[in-house]
């Protein structure tokens, strides 16, 4: 019962710390509701679907599963373990005087060339064997506090809540694809159905459009709010020469308008352009 408690106590939390997610649940949920006439079943069957769903995303057992999905291993060899503990245990005493709620967190590799760092659930941070090999260790500590930020935040959670509602939706529209799929069997429906169906995918993909820009602009701020934290933590002009490594690695041609739109990350440039301000960088200029 206590663990439980727990999941969900974590679950509110990070409701509370990402309204947005909370707002496209709702409309999620009352959208599925709708589509079988606001009948009682349906407010009660989605609510269970809900909460079980969440309730298993927020315990041991989700985190596991998201190890395992992004193939992360912990620390095996003497020179990830001599290199890269020091500089964690450094970040997360100090996170830990900071914020005092801070649980426990445990570090992991990704056998990956790519220069990346990640969060996972509530309990789990994740660097590349690229990421080592690239930053130096003033910028891995700060790419570290970074990521620290996510987890105190629940920012973490975000992906599996998303994965949750349109896992629900998805299996509503299939349900609903299929009546139509029925239906276009009889001979004298089938231009009806043939019309609801171009209607519903409109209707559908606008919907799902306008959710996601939602979530990127959620995403965006907990991004900056994360960098933000590393200068809290005295790893700002770290921070600060981490992106500009991150810029000069990830330059690439522009991106359209619909790219910015639903990217989930800040411009690297505007990222760098915060933290300078922040820190002083810029006064004068």
Not at 112 to 140: D, P, R, Y
Not at 148 to 159: F, K
Request: charged letters at 20%; one cysteine or more; glycine letters at 6%.
């Amino acid at each position: 019962m206590l663990l439980i408690g727990h999941m969900y106590q974590n679950l509110f939390t990070f409701i509370g710390k990402n309204p947005a997610y909370m707002i496209c649940s709702l409309i999620y949920y009352v959208v599925a509701v709708w589509w079988f006439g606001f009948q009682w079943w349906a407010w009660v069957f989605f609510a269970l679907i809900y909460i079980i769903s969440l309730g298993v995303a927020f315990s041991p057992l989700g985190e596991s599963l998201l190890r395992l999905f992004n193939r992360v291993r912990r620390l095996e060899t003497a020179r990830e373990k001599q290199y890269l503990r020091p500089l964690f245990q450094e970040v997360y005493a100090k996170a830990k005087a900071k914020n005092p709620e801070l649980g426990k967190i445990e570090l992991h590799i990704i056998d990956s060339m790519s220069v990346n760092a990640c969060a996972m659930g509530q309990h789990t941070i994740a660097v590349t064997k690229g990421a080592m090999k690239t930053f130096s260790e003033e910028e891995l500590k700060a790419i570290l506090s970074h990521e620290v930020a996510h987890i105190l935040n629940m920012d973490t959670m975000a992906l599996i809540y998303t994965m949750i509602g349109n896992g629900i939706f998805s299996v509503l529209i299939s349900i609903i694809k299929m009546f139509y799929w029925l239906m276009s069997k009889i001979e004298a429906l089938r231009p009806y159905v043939e019309l609801a169906d171009k209607i519903f995918n409109g209707v559908t993909f606008a919907f799902l459009f306008l959710m996601q820009i939602a979530l990127a602009v959620s995403d965006r701020k907990a991004e900056r709010r994360a960098d933000e934290y590393a200068v809290t933590l005295g790893y700002g002009e770290d921070m600060v020469e981490a992106l500009y490594l991150l810029e000069e690695i990830s330059l690439q041609g522009g991106e359209g308008i619909i790219q910015k739109l639903l990217a989930s990350h800040p411009r690297v440039t505007s990222r760098i352009e915060n933290l300078e301000v922040r820190l002083g960088l810029q006064d004068g200029l």
